[in-house]
Structure formats: C-alpha cells, structure tokens
C-alpha cells in the first residue's frame, strides 16, 4: 500500500498523466486479462506518443521506432523460430540413427549423410554404405547373425533409455519439477529444446510439432520483454504469441499459410485482423530462416514432402470416405482412452513416479519396436515412405512390385503392377504396427515430457491409408473387368497410387483427434503442394469431424483443459440452457452480505481488513452502504488511520485527521452490468466476447448445467 | 539489494547469451552457404540395367538446370537410338548439402547438453555438500514428496535467514535462489493445494 502523505490532493488533469500505481495492472499467472482495460492502456500511450512527436526531431524518430517495434518483434522471432528448429530437426536426425550405428568417417553425420559421400557406383550396391557401422559391426565385427542382432537390439534400447533417462531428468532438476513457473522463461526454453530432440530421439511414440509451438511462444516472450511497448501491456503481448504461436507450426510443417491457420482456430483467445499479416510475417520470415538452414539436404521444410501430381478419379471417393470414417473413430477412441489414463494418472499412486514413469513406457517401446523394420524407423521417416510413391528404383520392400521386363514406361508414370512377396510382408507387418502405434500412443502423450501428437496420429492415418491404397490398387489390377473400375481404370495405365491414400488417411486421423478444420486441409496442401488433392483432403477432413463430433464435441486440447481444470471459456462451446443471471448471481439468500467498499469512509485498515477475510479480487464501491439490501451501520466514529476516498473531492474532514488516501486511479468507472433478468446466454456471450475478468463463476454454473462437479473448476 | 543486480545480470546475461547463440548459428549457415565445399553440391543419376549394360550411379558436380541424363552421364554406354530409351529409366536427382552446418551444429548442442548435464550434476550433488560446510548439518531436512516432485530444501525460509549475515558471491546467489524456491513453494500452496488465484 502506498503511504497516505506521498498523495496529493491536486487538480483533475494531473491524474491522467501520472504513471499509474506500481504493480497494478501486472497479471500473475492464472489471472484473466482485462482486454478493454489493456486496449485503453494501449490507446493512451499511442497517443500520447503521437502527440509528443510533434515536438521535437527526437520525439518523431521515437514515434517511427514505436511504430515499428512492433515488426522488428515479428522479424527477431521468426529468426529465432527457424534457427531452433533448423538445429533440433538436425541434432533428431543425427541422434535417432545414434541408436543404430555411427559414422566412421565423421561421428556427427546420421545414416543418410554418411551415405552420401560413399562412392559406390554399381546398380546392385546402390544402397550399400561401407563408411556406416551399425553396432554389431563395430563392437562385435559381425554383421549377420543371431549375436549381431541381439547386440543392435541391446544397443538400441540402452541408448532410447539413455536419452529418455537424460530428458527427464534435465527437467526434473534444472526446472525444479514438472509444474513450470515461468512457463515461457528463458529456462524453458532452452531445457525444452534440449529435451524434446533427446525425447524424440529416443524413439517414443510422440511428435515434436506441439513442443514446437511453446519454443516459438518461449521466443516470443522473451522478444516481447525487450521492448516496452509489449513488456507493459498483457494485451499486445498475447498478440505476440499468437503470431509467435503460427511461426511454431510454419516450421514444424513448412506451412506459413497453415500456422497463421492454426493459430487462429486453436490457439488465440482475441486475434485482431492487424495480428493476423503481423503472424503471417512471422511464419514467412521462420520458414525462411529453416530453409537457408537446409536441415534435410534438398531445400525443403519437411522430411515428408511429396511432389507427385497424378490424378484421383471420383470414385476413389468412396475408399477417402471410408479414411474419414477411420479417422472421426480412432479420434474419439484416443480421446476417450488418453483421457481416461490421465485422469488415473492424477488420483492414484501413479503420478507420483514420473521418471520411473517415462523410463518403462521407453523400455516398453523400445523392446517391442524393434523387431518391426516399420517402428523402428523414426516415426518421420515411416511416413515420408510411406507418402512416397513407389519408382521403378525404389528397393523398398513396400515397393516390391513384380515389374513387367519389357516396360518402356518413363519412370513417373509405371502402370500398376500386381504386388510381389515383399509387399504382403509389408501389409501385416504395417497391421502390426498400427495396433501397436495406437496403443502405445494412448499412454505416452500427457507423460512429462515434451510430447506433440501431430506425428503419431498422421503415423496412424498413413499406415491405415497406405494398407487401403494397396487393396484397392491390387483389386484394380486384378479385377479391372468390374463396372466400379471398368470406366476409370484401363489395364497398363497408372489408375491408383496408394501415397494419396496415405496422405488422405493422415489428415483425417489428425483431423479427427484435434477437430481441426480448415487449418488442417491448409497444412496438408502446403505439405504436398498439390492443389489436385484438395477435395479429397476436404472429404475426408470434413467426415472425420463429423463423426467424432457425433462421439463428443471435445477435441484432445480442450479435453486436457477441462481435465486440468483451467479456468478457460472456450470460445466455440455454446451455451444452450435457459437460465437467468440471477441464478449465478451472489449473494443468494442465506449468504452473508456482498462485501462492498464504500466511495469515502472507508480506511485504510478497514479495507485492509476486507481483503484478507475474502478472496474476491475486485469489489463494487457505492455511494453508502445504505444503498443495499440490507442496511448496515454507517461506519462510525474516525479512527486514527487515514481515510480512502474514491470521489473526484476529498470528504470533508475534522481538522486534525490524518491526509486522506486517493485511489480513484484503480476504480473502474464504468463496470459492465447485468439486470438479474438478464438470460444466462447473454452474459456468457458478454463475457466471452468481450474478454471480461471475474467470469469464474460463470464456468461453474455451466459445470452444474452440464451435471459435472462444479468443484472440478478450481480457481475460486 | 545486491542479489536484486546479481539476479538481473543473470537474467540479462542469459538473455543475451540465448541470442548470440542462435544468431551465430544462422550466421555460421549463411557462411557455409557462401563457400560450398566441393562435395557438397551433386546431380547424382542412377541407371538402372538395361540389355547387355549393367546399372550404374553417376556423380557430377554440375548446376541445377543441366542436371539430366545426357549432361551427367558420361561415358554413355549405349550409342546412337538407344541412348533415348536408356536415359528414359534413368533417374537424376539435384543434391546439395551443407556439410559445415552439420557439423557445427551438432557440436554446438553437444556442447550445450554437456554444460547442462554439469549444471545438472551440480546441482544434484556438490550443492548439498557445499551448503553443509557453510550452514551446517542441521539445516538440510528433507521433506516428503509432494505431488511426486522431490523438494530437496523444504526449509528453505531458516537458510535465507541465517544466509543474510555472511556478504560474499556464492551466498548472494544462494540467496536469490532461495527466494525464488520459496516463492515457487508459496505459489504451488496456493495454487494447488487451497484452490486459490494468486493474488
């Protein structure tokens, strides 16, 4: 509290242009915004700046730099964006192959660097690569064998653990503990880049898309505290990690277009129209910086970027409808099933054990996915094979087609050909890797460590969809005499081309786990950069939501929330019953009086006094007390403290009392008001709209409509 | 008062360590794209088997626009009409790489886990030992896990304390970090435990 003698009594104008009071008007954490107060704030100091410009050379050069604070922000964060990114997709792919073999001629290339300086030139050793020594090799000097495998296997799991080991126990340490306070610190920062590449490295089934989005958020704040204009106002700040917020999801698809989406469908709260060129400017200059980088030696942004341009016919249609419908279900069943885990995880004993925790599930996976040539790869890779069509060179197993010796094709246009051995190998051990894929998932992501779900699900939705492409490629050959193929599908042309599948069924998958919209469809065509594949994306985005909206209107974010019980009012939830205010309004009968100041005879220890026997943050002033309900005592008799007024005029006072406190400055003159007629709908709607504080009570009423525990919203 | 300047130095420090390291690895890329290593720019083709000829990959270090079949591929095997048919199946692709980043980058971040990892050791196991010779044994109780996390300086009020009559570095430091558990401490009380919005 500010002592009484440091205040003046003087005229009106002086209020306006004093600072305000210290600490006042800063947020803690788990506070709401006041988004008109802050918008003021900011209207204020723009235009005091724009009227002091006029004075002098000095004043108009600091006006200009205001102005352009704002896009140097923009320009430092997308910078910064790109390199970390740029330095955790390198540091990924050099420690995943880690767990298999290493580089003898230079320790820090990964698999496919390595390879590249080899000098073999014959057809047959195209794939052969003497300079990469798996383990087995190099320890052991075997590479066939049943001593050799075991020795990769042992390798493989000692180093995922190592890795996970590590992560968890740089958070645990160096952040103190799991619940993060200064959650988009510098500290953060730098520990949540260094663990997720150890995390993703050590082949758990997670993405590093979402931990993406909090390093940009990180960067962004710590930009944002550089210049005043943003480090004072908590209104432009948030714009800041919006747009920070779409240059995360720019570089973790190479989509700028798709992260300004993004940030706009998932992640903003209020995201004015000038944010939206500000984000787009961010993600650009991010995509940028990752491209100069070069991280995956071909001048794109992703592992998995596909360039193929062949044509879908209407009927495969029906096949991406069917994707969709695979995607809305294994949506709601993750959902449901993660959520569930994570509530077991809060209310028993297994919460208490997270390292121990991250160490077995990292065993566990490690143990089960080796065997399987398709989960031991990273996940990354699985899907660009996978979106990747098959060419006359590939040697993959899953493009081990019987090739007819007198084709005379060009190599982008190969017919379809009946499937060989190795591609019905590929199709079980893909079934089995589906399964084990959704299920491991269920319990890795919402583990204490940085985990995105991105990669897995588009995982999930490609192996689904490549399974259905091969069917219905080799039902096409096989059976081209059918009326379904008979008019699009001409025997010795290229009718279907089981990537798309794949590229269908991951986008209905992702679609159907995080209900996004027009984002995702966005993300995917950027990601192909095939504007063909449009409606068959659309199709099977838009049936995806449909039917996992037809299980429960929660996508995996908000469920999270609502699990951890944020007090947060979700803008795309509607409020359908037919309440009035004065249901939620207090006090009701039987409660004790509102706590009220009054305009002028209040003192300071009286107030004191009222702040520490309630909880409330912010109480009604009125003119006397006598203007409630019920009619209180007038508080008699002046005591020694000084008096608190909150008129324009000081109350006439005894001549010996101490200087009266002023503190119109935090009075809000003009509070929203609702009638206790007014319908609940209606005051939810101004609440969300316009971004008010003290709307918690709100959030609990509509807990009770919805017959969950009111107590489950835990901020009072 | 000190320990104010101190922990603001810290953070400046940090802030602007963060930076420059991020902005000399985008330098360091810029350069490296400035001055490509020989072997890192290729056309590489490769040919599959075709009547008598045996397949065979070819590498050349040549621009992206004249990265093709009859620019790459030398000697060509085949003559006269064939040589169309044969080009036909093979299949070139532009490559480049930028070895210098690689490398650089991997040892940056090397270096920052293994600085990480000290703090870390650090933190775990000289830090203890440290404050028993400057406090004695009988401030370091350990309390029990709350919410799973460890809480290794549960009294951390009585070590603030008694750690404000001795003025050097080290306890300065102590200090600012003991506020700062007590403080993480108090907000998890809060938060957590009596379902309170800080105030």
Known sequence: ????????????????????????????????????????????????????????????????????????????????????????????????????????????????????????????????????????????????????????YLMYILWALLFAFLAVSLIKT??????????????????????????????????????????????????????????????????????????????AFGAPIGGVLFSLEEVSYYFPLKTLWRSFFAALVAAFTLRSINPFGNSRLVLFYVEYHTPWYMAELF?????????????????????????????????????????????????????????????????????????????????????????????????????????????????????????????????????????????????????????????????HDWIIFRNWCRPGADCVTPGLYAMVGAAACLGGVTRMTVSLVVIMFELT???????????????????????????????????????????????????????VMRPRRGEPPLSVLTQDSMTVEDVETLIKETDYNGFPVVVSRDSEQNARQRQEGIVSNSIMYFTEEPPELPANSPHPLKLRRILNLSPFTVTDHTPMETVVDIFRKLGLRQCLDVLRHMAQMANQDPESIMFN | MASLWYGGLLRLGSGFSLSCLALSVLLFAQLTGAAKNFEDVRCKCICPPYKENPGHIYNKNISQKDC?????????????????????????????????????????????????????????????????????????????????????FANAHDVLARSRSRANVLNKVEYAQQRWKLQVQEQRKSVFDRHVVLS
Not at chain 1, 221 to 243: D, H, I, M, Q
């Open chain 1, 1 to 152: 509290m500010v002592s009484a003698g440091a205040m003046s009594t003087s005229g009106n104008l002086m209020d306006f242009l004093d600072e305000p009071f210290p600490d006042v008007g800063t947020y803690e954490d788990f506070h709401t915004i006041d988004w008109l107060r802050e918008k003021s704030r900011d209207t204020d100091r723009h235009r005091k700046i724009t009227s002091k410009s006029k004075e002098s050379i000095w004043e108009f050069i600091k006006s200009l730099l205001d102005a352009w604070s704002g896009w140097v922000v923009m320009l430092l964060i997308g910078l910064l964006a790109g390199t970390l990114a740029g330095v955790i997709d390198l540091a990924v792919d050099w420690m995943t192959d880690l767990k298999e073999g290493v580089c003898l001629s230079a320790f820090w290339y990964s698999h496919e660097q390595c390879c590249w300086t080899s000098n073999e030139t014959t057809f047959e050793d195209r794939d052969k690569c003497p300079l990469w020594q798996k383990w087995s090799e190099l320890l052991l000097s075997q590479s066939e064998g049943a001593s050799a495998y075991i020795l990769n």
């Open chain 1, 174 to 251: 160096i952040l103190s503990g799991f619940i993060i306070r200064g959650y988009l610190g510098k500290w953060t920062l730098l520990i949540k880049t260094v663990t997720l590449v150890l995390v993703v490295s050590s082949g758990l089934s997670l993405g590093k898309e979402g931990p993406l989005v909090h390093v940009a958020c990180c960067c962004g704040n710590f930009f944002s505290s550089l210049f005043s204009k943003y480090s004072k106002n908590e209104g432009k700040r948030r714009e800041v990690l919006s747009a920070a917020a779409a240059a995360g999801v720019s570089v």
């Open chain 1, 319 to 479: 096949p991406f409808i069917l994707l969709g419908v695979f995607g809305g279900l294994w949506g709601t069943l993750f959902t449901r099933c993660n959520i569930a885990w994570c509530r077991r995880r809060k209310t028993t004993r297994l919460g208490k054990y997270p390292v121990l925790e991250v160490i077995v599930v990292t065993a566990i996976t490690a143990i089960i996915a080796y065997p399987n040539p398709y989960t031991r790869q990273s996940t990354s890779e699985l899907i660009s094979e996978l979106f990747n069509d098959c060419g006359a060179l590939e040697s993959s197993q899953l493009c081990d087609y019987i090739n007819d010796p007198n084709m005379t094709r060009p190599v982008d246009d190969i017919p379809d050909r009946p499937a060989g051995v190795g591609v019905y190998t590929a199709m079980w051990q893909l079934a089995l890797a589906l399964i084990f894929k959704i299920v491991i998932t269920i319990f890795t992501f919402g583990m204490k460590i940085p985990s995105g779900l991105f990669i897995p699900s588009m995982a999930v939705g490609a192996m689904a969809g490549r399974m259905v492409g091969i069917g219905v490629e080799q039902l096409a050959y096989h059976h």
């Open chain 1, 529 to 583: 950069g095939g504007l063909e594949y449009i409606v068959p994306l659309m199709a099977a985005a838009v049936t995806s939501k449909w039917v996992a909206d037809a299980f429960g209107k929660e996508g995996i974010y908000e469920a999270h929330i609502h699990l951890n019980g944020y007090p947060f009012l979700d803008v795309k939830d509607e409020f359908t019953h037919r309440t009035l205010a004065t249901d």
């Open chain 2, 68 to 152: 093709d079949c009859l620019h790459v591929v030398e000697p060509m095997p085949v003559r006269g009409p064939d040589v169309e048919a044969y080009c036909l199946r093979c299949e070139c692709k532009y490559e480049e790489r930028s070895s210098v980043t690689i490398k650089v980058t991997i040892i940056i971040y090397l270096s920052i886990l293994g600085l990480l990892l000290l703090y870390m050791v650090y933190l775990t196991l000289v830090e203890p030992i440290l404050k028993r010779r400057l406090f004695g044994h009988s401030q370091l109780l350990q309390s029990d896990d709350d919410v799973g996390d460890h809480q290794p």
